[in-house]
């Protein structure tokens, strides 16, 4: 009985704000970061760098909280390209070379 007293207020909050019923079979529409590299076949590494590098966009909410990605953009063609280049072991520069200064050291 204690029980349902307690989850009164949650199922009313739910039900005035139309918030659906969580249920397992139903996919995520927002995946973490372990969970997208999962789902791209990557390592959670190459996934954050090509966050990072703004080829996949991601949400942050948190300073402390994980990364956010939507399961659409994995499913994207941007994604795929990404999971078949990792895959294929082709390395892209953290920076690209433009942005990286060039120092010009005396040889004397």
Known sequence: MRLAVMLHPVTALRSHHRIPC?????????????EAAALLEISSGALRLAIDRGEIPAHHPFADGPWVISRDILQGE??????????????TPAKARSAQPDYLFSIT
């Open 22 to 34: 969580y249920s397992k079979s139903e996919p995520s529409t927002w995946l973490n970061l372990t």
């Open 78 to 91: 941007v994604a795929l390209r990404l999971s078949k280049r990792v895959k294929l072991g082709l390395r």
